[in-house]
Nanobody
């Protein structure tokens, strides 16, 4: 079985940084796409960033220039470096590992989520 475990969330003041990690166990390899999503209270879950081997990462407009997604394939781990955090970034952050096929997503794994709270 594949399991994803997020870590690194917590309370941070506006303008501060946090680094999230998502470690996977099981049959994960370089063919997987890795992504981060977030969900604020009362809001829909929204896509934040994604990365695939050999492809330039993509980001939501709301986090461009502030967040950086990266991956360590040897450790089956995804990272999200978050800088210049603002209160509107407060949410539960989820990691997502998936495989794309010609007919769509063929595998899709999610972590339990980690809380990020930005407040003074």
């Amino acid at each position: 079985q594949v399991q994803l475990v997020e870590s690194g969330g917590g309370l941070v003041q506006p303008g501060g940084p946090l680094r999230l990690s998502c470690a996977a166990s099981g049959s994960i390899d370089r063919s997987y796409w890795m992504a981060w999503y977030r969900q604020a209270p009362g809001k829909q879950r929204e896509w934040v960033a994604r990365i695939a081997t050999g492809i330039i990462p993509n980001y939501a407009d709301s986090v461009k220039g502030r967040f950086t997604i990266s991956r360590d394939n040897a450790k089956n781990t995804a990272f999200l470096q978050m800088n210049s955090l603002q209160p509107e970034d407060t949410a539960v952050y989820y990691c997502n590992f998936f495989v794309r096929s010609v007919v769509g997503t063929s595998a899709d794994y999610w972590g339990q989520g980690t809380q990020v709270t930005v407040s003074s």
